[in-house]
């Protein structure tokens, strides 16, 4: 994968320009959004969709329309040919499980993707990188997706084949260490086994799968999303009981409790990091309850435009119970007004208050 060219024989990079040809890529825009599910592509050149530029994703886009769902792919790259409605995804040619680990932070808070299609290890074999500890590596990188984004549905590929002997046996060994890895993960990961979709027939080069490969493996990802439905749907109010990020869409960082979980520890908005004060629990009475038995309460259960928005033992009272609306709006029992961030800032630090509703960003928060 980053060295794949080297090991392209002369029919296979033929029959790699061929596709690409025929795939003519487009010149799209980055960052495309038809307001659909947010699902993140990530993984290497088999993501990228090396040989047939879009790979996997132009099919499942297919797919996913005819079956009247709206999807937004997601992620800092972008490729693929007209056929593909949305050519943003996270595929990065060559890179292994570390290079994504290294990476995945900024990509979650920046594309906040509601599902997760991962398929990486092929370079940790084909490198010859510490091969035995892949499982190992694949986990970590899974535990940091789980903090940032817990209520992400995370499906996780098994390595499709490949038709270099040794290397397939490694890449046997690694499959047959996802499942336990992947249920040790939670009811929100899921196994999908890619390596039986595909057979070396299904490969131009070797490596990377040639179109009709590419079109079992979209078959294989939307059999997969189609089997959990929640995967294709967006979370637009925090599911009681479950913690969750909120997060601001126009600065892409996250409600945050200064303080150390003491009482009047001021709402704010910081980069997202998964702690305990960013965690929120929406429960049935209204709550979002924090640190355990801190809640997001309004001081003195104020009216005023401007009245702080902070962390308070609970306590049952109306400045501590919020109505979260489809639209992201957080809307306070007490006063009928929203949580809002303090002149549409962007920046860490910004404050967190209380103001009269009136549609803008900065009274919009997304569930992660």
Known sequence: MRHHRRWLTAAGLGLALTLSSIAATATPAQAESNGGV??????????D??????????????????AGYTVDFVGSAVNGPAALGDHDHEGHSGWRIDELDTNITGWLRTANPRTVLLHIGTNDIGQNHDVANAPARLATLLDH??????????FVAQII???????????????????????QKGPRTHLVDM??????????????????????MAARWFAALQAVPASLRPVTTPPV????????????????????GADGGQALIWDCHGGANQQWTATSSGELRTYGNKCLDVNANGTADGTKVQAWTCNGTPAQRFTAKPDGTIVGAGSGKCVD???????????????QCNGTAAQRWSVR
Not at 241 to 260: A, E, F, H, K
């Open 38 to 47: 947010r699902i993140m592509p990530l993984g290497d050149s088999i993501t």
């Open 49 to 66: 969709g090396y040989t047939v530029p879009g790979g996997y994703r132009i099919n499942l886009w297919q797919r996913a329309a005819a």
């Open 145 to 154: 997706i789980r903090t940032l984004a817990p209520v992400a549905e995370v």
């Open 161 to 183: 084949p490949t038709s270099n002997t040794a290397n397939e046996a490694k890449v046997q060994t690694s499959n047959a260490a996802l499942p336990g890895i992947v249920a």
């Open 195 to 216: 390596h039986s979709a595909l057979t070396t027939a299904d490969l131009a080069d070797g490596l990377h799968p040639n179109a009709a490969g590419y079109d079992k």
């Open 241 to 260: 009981g479950t913690p969750v990020l909120l997060s601001n869409p126009q600065s892409t960082r996250c409600l945050d409790i200064s303080g150390g």
């Open 341 to 355: 961030v303090n002149g549409g800032g962007t920046a860490n630090t910004t404050l967190v208050q209380l103001w």
